[in-house]
């Protein structure tokens, strides 16, 4: 049997306003993301990425239409079918254009107080933390504070810490826009690398046309419709 989707949308909108103020930031977005997957998603400033990014991540609730996340009903228009709070910290890990990580906290400290927030206790969620780092090879810079990174490195961090809790769904917002090119493309493959090693569907908002190539397939958004581009490749298998 098939595993469920990493994500499923069906006949999303979001409308902002009414009468003549209405606004239609996503019209019947429908889209469906394996397990293992990674999906590059374009479009220009205003075009509804970030509208349908939210609505996934659980932030910003559509105003019709079903979202369903490793199976699991989780909204039904504007309704809320489970915790979301709790949802989100157990099924889904975030990465932003900048890293955020809490000035004050080293690389590690980082990582783990998103597993203690969690209830992992906190020999376990070291452990798990330092393991995250190795892998993502920042390993090395575990003690060091954010300062003391460089750009790289911070997102790399981040990138450990949506990873703490083994999330079926992982969502980037630009999370290389901050970053040089080669710097950019090193994180971008990361990303590929999590999704076909860790089984985690994978969805990246990105304006970056280097890193094509990374993506099993590629979404065009404008005026809040999904196209899928034609040339982009099925998940692999």
């Not at 889209?31 to 990014?53: D, H």
């Not at 969690?118 to 390993?139: F, S």
């Not at 999330?167 to 999704?195: C, H, N, S, W, Y």
């Amino acid at each position: 049997m098939n595993p469920p989707p990493a994500v499923e949308v069906t006949r999303l909108r979001k409308v902002y306003g009414s009468g003549h103020t209405e606004i239609v930031a996503m019209r019947d977005a429908t889209l469906s993301i394996a397990p293992g997957e990674i999906v590059g998603m374009f479009g220009p400033s205003g075009s509804g990425k970030s509208t349908l990014l939210t609505a996934m991540a659980l932030i910003n609730p559509p105003t019709s239409g079903q979202i369903t996340i490793g199976g699991i009903a989780v909204m039904d228009g504007p309704r809320a079918l489970v915790d979301l709070r709790a949802f989100r910290r157990q099924h889904l890990g975030f990465v932003f254009q900048k890293a955020n990580l809490i000035p004050f906290l080293t690389a590690l400290e980082n990582v783990q107080i998103a597993l203690e927030v969690n209830d992992v206790a906190p020999r376990a969620a070291r452990k798990r933390a330092l393991e995250l780092l190795d892998y993502l090879g920042v390993g090395p810079r575990a003690g060091n504070l954010p300062v003391a990174l460089s750009g790289g490195e911070q997102q790399r961090v981040a990138v450990a810490r949506a990873l703490a809790n083994e999330p079926g769904l992982i969502l980037a917002d630009e999370p290389t826009a901050a970053l040089d090119g080669p710097l950019g493309r090193q994180v971008m493959e990361l990303f590929a690398k999590i999704a076909h090693e860790k089984n985690a569907g994978v969805i990246v908002v990105t304006h970056d046309h280097r890193t094509l190539d990374v993506f099993d397939r590629i979404l065009d958004v404008e005026d809040g419709i999904i196209q899928i581009r034609e040339d982009s490749q099925p998940a692999k298998s």
